[in-house]
């Protein structure tokens, strides 16, 4: 059903909704009873290991739960405790009329037309990042979306989180001052290899391993980081330089198994990422720098680093809190003049769930929408067009997202 119908079946709720500011906030809403029901498409690692998060949301509900792979299907409904209903066909769930909004968590060639095809069947749509493969995919899904009123969410979860959301607020305040560049990175030791229970699903479960099916590191992290700085600057890459290969994981893949990129943006900006699968250091951080300091973030903390400090020597404790939910801790090496950044925040992708919920029941454009997850997309794409062609990616007027 698309939101307008969404409303209706509502009944007498659709008036409170009108009047009402927040959904949420108005206890006596009678659409606070209301669950909305949503289809998880993809029920692998992601699909399935985000339904403990929708079980703990009130008025969210996991309806029906479809994947190609029937062990990955039974998972799915097993942490359902078997209330939801099984589906091999995405289109038959997409047919199910009791399915209000869907959640998108397939392999990454697949996102565009299943999103199209859930936007036709008038469902609001939750899609992984990255949100579409290839410059025709991402257009043709940025197209759709606009002819509809469903609400569309692209997954890049640290939109929603609210440690990140603070961190970008000071930074477009002058936090850092006028910025220079990124360091990003997000290492790892392991082969990102999936077990395969029998040869014929090589394919199908370690899709991340081959070019057809899969965009590699620069989709599956480095997207995240790439919305970051995209959303700090506003701005589009002005050109995109890149290397990596496949150096050290010699199993049969085709996508790399290391790579370092170079974004140039306005104003002389340079963001670089980075992703190793053969040393987990510092693992994942996003490191700004600028004229007044650097703000250095990994997944659920943030430190700041004054500029014009010098030898300044600050006793710290062998582990501090920092952010007061997950226990996140500075380690004994970090002593220094670093300012924590102390706010309280949930789960990013928790959040990133609470997030649409609130967005469809507000009737509200998610933060992280169509838009911004295709220009992440882009900027992707552009990525492995540089590596793969080994060439400088310059921008382009046909990659312009609105």
Known sequence: MDRRKFLIKGGAATAALITSTSVLANIGNPYNSKKINIGIIGTGQRGAGLIPFINEIENLNVYACCDTIPFRLEKGLARTNGSAIGYNNYKDLL?????????????????????????????????????????????????????????????????????????????????VGNISAFECQWNRHGNWRRPVPDPSLEKAINWRMYKEFSGG??????????????TILEENPLQVMGTGGVDYWKDGRETYDNIHLIYNYPNGVEAKFTCLTTNAKEGYQIKVIGDKGTMIITTNSAKFYPEGIKNRKVKAKKQQDVDGVSGATWQKD???????????????????????????????????????????????????????????????SKFEVE
């Open 95 to 175: 047919n199910d009329k009791d399915v209000d909004a869907v959640l998108v968590a397939t392999p990454f060639n697949a996102h565009s037309q299943i999103a199209i095809d859930a936007v036709d069947a008038g469902k609001h749509v939750y899609c992984e990042k990255t949100l579409a493969k290839g410059y025709d995919g991402i257009r043709n899904l940025v197209a759709k979306v606009k002819t509809s009123e469903v609400i569309f969410q692209t997954g890049h979860q640290y939109h929603s989180s609210r440690l990140y959301t603070h961190v970008v607020k000071l930074i477009k305040e002058g936090k």
């Open 217 to 230: 590191l620069v989709a599956e992290l480095c997207s995240h980081q790439i919305d970051f700085v995209n």
């Open 334 to 396: 970090d002593e220094g003049y670093g300012e924590p950044i102390q706010i309280k925040h949930d789960n990013p992708s928790k959040q990133a769930l609470l997030d649409f919920r609130d967005s469809i029941l507000d009737s509200k454009e998610p933060v992280s929408n169509v838009v911004t997850g295709a220009k992440a997309a882009v900027c992707v794409q552009m990525g492995l067009d540089a590596m793969y062609n080994n060439k400088i990616i310059e921008w382009d």
